[in-house]
């Protein structure tokens, strides 16, 4: 059957909208990175991002050189915005683990349009996320100090403190989602290889393809890669966060010493991770007209996924009240009492309405397919998440056993600064990531269409 020949499918077995060939996809794709003209809306988002990077810098380094105490952390609230901030953006990678892992052992072919970008974003999340506990170190440059290597002082790491568990996790977590994210690169590299038109474009092309020239054997061994690394990336879904949860289930505070934080913090790292995923999937899709790639149907499947974490979030919400309660321990009920009529009430109630509230909206079809609105609600996700992980960090410090102990927690213009300045290295990350490499996989997305899927009839 001729390339360009286009077959319909019907509207149920959709991936992509009609009318898509494989000349068609690959243009649309490479153009965004091969092309000299960068939209003006990239250079203004690259901007704001770089402007915001720029408190990072200055934040860091009046860190360094005056100590954490810049920050709004005191006693006893010793660990304020920055491991908030660190909980808050490891559970927005977690979406892209499993939109490339869980979905493609799941053999979901609608994670094809959303999987490439799903896992930079889960890079870069990540690279933000390790930034807050060696800026919380107070002595940063000794961080090597959490691996176990050979060393004439016989220093070894404690494995016993949740620091070295997190930094484990972390460099894990990243170093799977990177192998994984360069391997479904390099098909798409060998073509932009061949498409570019500049010299040195070509040569840099060529030498991150690593050779790829799509032979049978090629391919073989690409699949065989792609689903070892599925595998071994899936278990990670659950375990980073769980692992990360354990900085607070170990500690034997109120409102902290609970033993279904590991799926609390699990489905809530999901949650937040989708909503990032639409919040940067909707811009994305109307700013460079891939309507036709990342369809109504890869927003609502999404949505849905989201919706569905977010009942688990809210069911928890529900289960922990109540076992304070039940407990029949009066610092328990306490904890949770203070979180609800204390000084921070009003964060509270703002995390259950952008949590539970706002989200239910979703079982209404319209919000799952209206662009504006499932941005809106994605970006509330994403304000509710944070919220939560402050309220669980802050509030449990802030009044735990001794009342003569007790004391608030306010952030400083450093705290605002470290935390959107972090927001600004993702922009700008994200945002030179898809101009220098295609944001959708083009062999995955070629392998959708019709023409396709008749040319594998064939063969077999």
């Given at each position: 059957?001729?390339?360009?020949?286009?077959?319909?499918?019907?509207?149920?077995?959709?991936?992509?909208?009609?009318?898509?060939?494989?000349?068609?996809?690959?243009?649309?794709?490479?153009?965004?990175?091969?092309?000299?003209?960068?939209?003006?809306?990239?250079?203004?988002?690259?901007?704001?991002?770089?402007?915001?990077?720029?408190?990072?810098?200055?934040?860091?380094?009046?860190?360094?050189?005056?100590?954490?105490?810049?920050?709004?952390?005191?006693?006893?609230?010793?660990?304020?915005?920055?491991?908030?901030?660190?909980?808050?953006?490891?559970?927005?990678?977690?979406?892209?683990?499993?939109?490339?892992?869980?979905?493609?052992?799941?053999?979901?072919?609608?994670?094809?349009?959303?999987?490439?970008?799903?896992?930079?974003?889960?890079?870069?999340?990540?690279?933000?996320?390790?930034?807050?506990?060696?800026?919380?170190?107070?002595?940063?440059?000794?961080?090597?100090?959490?691996?176990?290597?050979?060393?004439?002082?016989?220093?070894?790491?404690?494995?016993?403190?949740?620091?070295?568990?997190?930094?484990?996790?972390?460099?894990?977590?990243?170093?799977?989602?990177?192998?994984?994210?360069?391997?479904?690169?390099?098909?798409?590299?060998?073509t932009l290889r061949d498409r570019a038109q500049h010299l040195i474009t070509k040569y840099i092309y060529g030498m991150l393809s690593m050779g790829w020239r799509g032979s049978i054997?090629?391919?073989?061994?690409?699949?065989?890669?792609?689903?070892?690394?599925?595998?071994?990336?899936?278990?990670?879904?659950?375990?980073?966060?769980?692992?990360?949860?354990?900085?607070?289930?170990?500690?034997?505070?109120?409102?902290?010493?609970?033993?279904?934080?590991?799926?609390?913090?699990?489905?809530?790292?999901?949650?937040?991770?989708?909503?990032?995923?639409?919040?940067?999937?909707?811009?994305?899709?109307?700013?460079?007209?891939?309507?036709?790639?990342?369809?109504?149907?890869?927003?609502?499947?999404?949505?849905?996924?989201?919706?569905?974490?977010?009942?688990?979030?809210?069911?928890?919400?529900?289960?922990?009240?109540?076992?304070?309660?039940?407990?029949?321990?009066?610092?328990?009920?306490?904890?949770?009492?203070?979180?609800?009529?204390?000084?921070?009430?009003?964060?509270?109630?703002?995390?259950?309405?952008?949590?539970?509230?706002?989200?239910?909206?979703?079982?209404?079809?319209?919000?799952?397919?209206?662009?504006?609105?499932?941005?809106?609600?994605?970006?509330?996700?994403?304000?509710?998440?944070?919220?939560?992980?402050?309220?669980?960090?802050?509030?449990?410090?802030?009044?735990?056993?001794?009342?003569?102990?007790?004391?608030?927690?306010?952030?400083?213009?450093?705290?605002?600064?470290?935390?959107?300045?972090?927001?600004?290295?993702?922009?700008?990350?994200?945002?030179?990531?898809?101009?220098?490499?295609?944001?959708?996989?083009?062999?995955?997305?070629?392998?959708?269409?019709?023409?396709?899927?008749?040319?594998?009839?064939?063969?077999?």
């Amino acid at each position: 059957m001729p390339e360009e020949q286009v077959v319909d499918t019907p509207e149920s077995q959709r991936v992509i909208a009609p009318g898509y060939t494989f000349g068609s996809v690959t243009d649309q794709i490479s153009t965004v990175v091969l092309t000299k003209h960068t939209p003006l809306f990239w250079f203004a988002t690259f901007a704001a991002g770089f402007v915001l990077l720029q408190g990072l810098l200055l934040s860091a380094l009046l860190l360094f050189w005056k100590g954490v105490g810049v920050w709004g952390i005191r006693m006893p609230v010793m660990w304020g915005w920055a491991i908030t901030n660190f909980v808050w953006w490891i559970g927005i990678g977690h979406a892209g683990t499993l939109i490339s892992a869980i979905l493609l052992l799941l053999n979901q072919s609608w994670r094809n349009s959303i999987n490439r970008f799903a896992e930079a974003m889960t890079l870069f999340a990540v690279m933000c996320a390790g930034m807050f506990p060696l800026l919380h170190m107070g002595r940063p440059w000794l961080f090597y100090w959490m691996f176990p290597y050979p060393n004439p002082m016989n220093v070894e790491p404690n494995f016993r403190s949740p620091l070295v568990w997190d930094v484990f996790a972390v460099s894990t977590y990243f170093t799977v989602s990177l192998l994984f994210w360069f391997v479904g690169l390099i098909p798409d590299l060998g073509t932009l290889r061949d498409r570019a038109q500049h010299l040195i474009t070509k040569y840099i092309y060529g030498m991150l393809s690593m050779g790829w020239r799509g032979s049978i054997r090629h391919w073989s061994v690409y699949e065989t890669c792609s689903l070892l690394l599925a595998g071994v990336a899936t278990p990670l879904v659950l375990s980073v966060h769980t692992v990360v949860s354990f900085d607070f289930t170990i500690a034997i505070v109120p409102g902290w010493h609970s033993t279904f934080f590991p799926p609390y913090f699990v489905a809530g790292a999901i949650y937040s991770g989708f909503a990032m995923v639409l919040a940067l999937a909707i811009p994305l899709r109307s700013f460079y007209h891939m309507e036709g790639l990342i369809t109504d149907r890869h927003l609502e499947n999404s949505a849905k996924l989201m919706l569905a974490t977010g009942l688990i979030v809210a069911y928890a919400y529900i289960m922990e009240t109540f076992m304070a309660w039940y407990s029949g321990s009066v610092y328990e009920q306490q904890a949770f009492w203070n979180r609800m009529t204390g000084p921070y009430s009003a964060q509270y109630w703002f995390l259950i309405t952008c949590n539970v509230v706002a989200p239910n909206l979703l079982w209404i079809r319209k919000f799952r397919t209206t662009p504006v609105l499932l941005f809106i609600s994605s970006i509330i996700v994403l304000i509710g998440m944070w919220l939560e992980r402050f309220m669980i960090i802050v509030s449990s410090l802030a009044q735990d056993y001794t009342q003569s102990a007790w004391g608030l927690f306010h952030a400083t213009r450093w705290d605002f600064a470290t935390f959107f300045g972090t927001i600004g290295f993702f922009v700008v990350m994200f945002f030179l990531f898809v101009r220098a490499l295609p944001m959708i996989s083009i062999f995955e997305v070629r392998t959708l269409l019709p023409q396709a899927k008749v040319r594998e009839e064939v063969r077999s």
